[in-house]
Structure formats: C-alpha cells, structure tokens
C-alpha cells in the first residue's frame, strides 16, 4: 500500500498572497493531480502531471501554478488567493491507465483566505 | 464536452431500505470511458468504490453495484438494503483523455438514518 501526505492541512493567507501546497505520494505512481473541491461543484481540475517535469493545464488552472520536480512530489500555488479561492484541495495519484487509472486522494488541505 | 450528471443531494434513507443514485454521463472525447464511483465517509479521504472499464459489465463494492450502460450513458449506483455505515458522500466519475484524468460529478450526499 501506499499514502499520499498533503500540507498543510490548513493554509490560512490574506488576499493577494502567493500560498503554496504540497504533496508527496509513496505509491511511487507516474500521474499526480491537483483537485479542488467547492461544495456544490464537486471536484474540478486544476492540474496534472504525468511524469517528473511535466505539466498539463486542467479545467480550472487559471490563477494557478503547479511543479513536479520529483516523481514523489507535486506542489501547487495558488499565485494570488482570492476570497472566492476558499475550498478544499485534493491531491491525488494513479499508475496504471490499462486497469483503469484509479485515483488514490490525499485527505485534502483547507485554503482559508482573510 | 465530456461530463457527468449525478443525482443531487443530500439524499435521506431509512435504515435497510433500498437506494439509487442516478448518474449520467457524456463522453466526447472517447466512445467508452471508464466510469467510477468514488466514496468519502466522514472523517475519511476521497476513495474509490468501484470501477467498470468495458461497457456492459456491473461493478460490485461493499453491497454497492452500478452497470455501465452505454445506451443510456448512464452508470447508476445501488443498493438494496443500507445501513447507517453507507453515509457518505458519493461521487460518480468518467476518465476523460484517454482515461489520463477524470472528470467528477457534484456529488451526493447520502444520509441513512435508523
């Protein structure tokens, strides 16, 4: 088995500040992916990664920036937090796209922006 | 595009009674998409629940079974008899671009009560 670690659990940042989450996985999976969760709207993507170095746009990148510089870590910034910015993001990693590319989550970091 | 529509919540049960959670799906990026159920109980990370990857089987988790319709692109979750453990929230999923990411509905939540 494996884990994937996210910190902080809680970030709390003022308006306009760059804010910075982690995450390590022990999987050792080739894809990682940023999620966020808003109640309501389920969960939307930010970004992926497919391997080390590499970064795809997703849905919802827009005000974000991402870094995989090691296959076990993917960080994610949020450039400029907004009030609406307030949810729950999720990191998650998956291996094998032939059995179906499950996701394994992280328990999700809480951004709070005063 | 591609996207998934779920029942919505929050969705009230009694005790040994049984459930459905509707979801439906559009794919346009691939004919036959993976499709998942994902469940988070309280205090608990995003996990998956099941997952059926040809079209026309059933997947089964926990007393839980949906079957991949591709007719009616719908991929509904059951149960026939729930307890108060299956509270939760419930997300159905489709692998989108080539299954590399996969895109989420809103969620449902599920409360059984006794």
């Known amino acids: 088995g494996g884990i994937i670690t996210q910190t902080p659990k809680f970030l709390i940042g003022q308006e306009g500040q760059k804010l910075t989450l982690k995450c390590q996985q022990n999987?050792?999976?080739?894809?990682m992916y940023w999620y966020r969760q808003d109640s309501g709207k389920g969960l939307r993507l930010i970004y992926y990664s497919i391997t080390e170095n590499d970064l795809q746009k997703g849905d919802l990148s827009e005000g974000y920036d991402a870094s995989r510089e090691k296959k076990s870590s993917f960080s994610l910034t949020v450039t400029s937090a907004q009030k609406n910015e307030m949810a729950v993001f999720l990191c998650?990693?998956?291996?094998?796209?032939?059995?179906?590319?499950?996701?394994?989550f992280g328990e999700g970091s809480r951004l709070i922006v005063v | 595009g591609d996207s998934v529509t779920q029942t919505e919540g929050p969705v009230t049960v009694s005790e040994s009674e049984s459930l459905i959670i509707n979801c439906t799906y559009s794919a346009t990026s691939i004919a036959y998409p993976n499709l998942f159920w994902y469940v988070r109980y309280p205090g608990e990370g995003l996990q998956l629940l099941l997952k059926?990857?040809?079209?026309?089987q059933k997947g089964s988790s926990r007393g839980f079974e949906a079957t991949y319709n591709k007719e009616t692109t719908s991929f509904h979750l059951q149960k026939a008899s729930v307890q108060e453990s299956d509270s939760a929230v419930y997300y159905c999923?489709?692998?989108?671009?080539?299954?590399?990411?996969?895109?989420f509905g809103t969620g449902t939540k599920l409360q059984v009560v006794p």
């Open positions: 999987f050792n999976h080739d894809t």
């Open positions: 999923a489709l692998g989108v671009n080539s299954g590399t990411y996969q895109r």
């Open positions: 059926v990857i040809t079209a026309g």
């Open positions: 998650a990693s998956s291996q094998d796209k032939s059995s179906g590319n499950t996701l394994y």
